[in-house]
DNA sequence: CTAATTATAGACATTAAGACTCTTTAATTA
DNA sequence: TAATTAAAGAGTCTTAATGTCTATAATTAG
């Protein structure tokens, strides 16, 4: 079980965004550089983020994206939920013997990813930027706009 | 993020082993047939079962597989990862500014995918079997041979 | 107003993985 | 010896992920 490569792509450029400026707009060029992806593919991914309004987006010169909240108010849930969908992590077909009851495998599935849920859904942007290492912190600064 | 449909099947075989019969040993054409699954197939998935010693496959007349240990002994943790593999939940490349330094996103994925396999390691066969509601516990024990 | 810039969207290509099937081989037992 | 059953390999088919390319729309600098 592994989250899709674009889903790294995401928590990174949200950190990316909380972390070189909260406010001002960051073109997506930028950010495809920080993390060596092209500037198409991460815009899919943004466009993802942008749908769930967990960033928000302006077109033109100077333009790009930003945060659409607070880094505190967005989390690990937030962003991998609106990159991997909501599907759940098993689903018992229920064909044959169990047809007419719940399946018992599914349901404790369900208890151990409801957790896990809990958990991301404790993790903020905020939290990640603050334990950012300095060295790291500094060189995102350097290219704010 | 999804298992994989041969997570699901293999799941449920091994409560079906569990079920029918701990100790003698059972078919794969009706383990297949129980789950609308070709024979072949859920082979596969068995022997990668039989690989992580969760099940001991016999050939011949009257071979079969059965449960490797005691079904209290065996937990989704294991099924899961004798079909899934190890790898881990999300991997940063470590690429540009990060480099030298750990991730800090993939630090605190670790913390919650260790916390989903202590779940999982904590549910055992044998416990799923218990729950199994009566009217599928004998449904399974007409095909013991 | 025009040109440059930037996001959005669609179509397309490529690759990898999942989900199988078919066939052959090896082991076991009736 | 023949029937049965697991193991293994090769091959197919489908789907999803990971991109690329191009065109369009919106915005702003000049």
Known sequence: MKYAQATNYALHTMVY???ISPDSLVGVRLLA???SVS?????KILTKLAKEDLVSSSPGVNGGY????SADSITFLDII???EGRQAILTC???GVEKEEACVIQQKMEVGEQQLKSYLAGITILEIVEELDESVKSFLLKHQR
């Not at 500037?39 to 815009?43: A, G, N, R, V």
């Open 17 to 19: 965004l909380a972390s």
């Open 81 to 83: 939920e609106a990159v």
């Open 33 to 35: 550089e920080l993390q």
């Open 93 to 95: 077909q229920l064909a």
């Open 39 to 43: 500037t198409t593919y991460l815009s």
């Open 66 to 69: 930003r945060l659409a909240r």
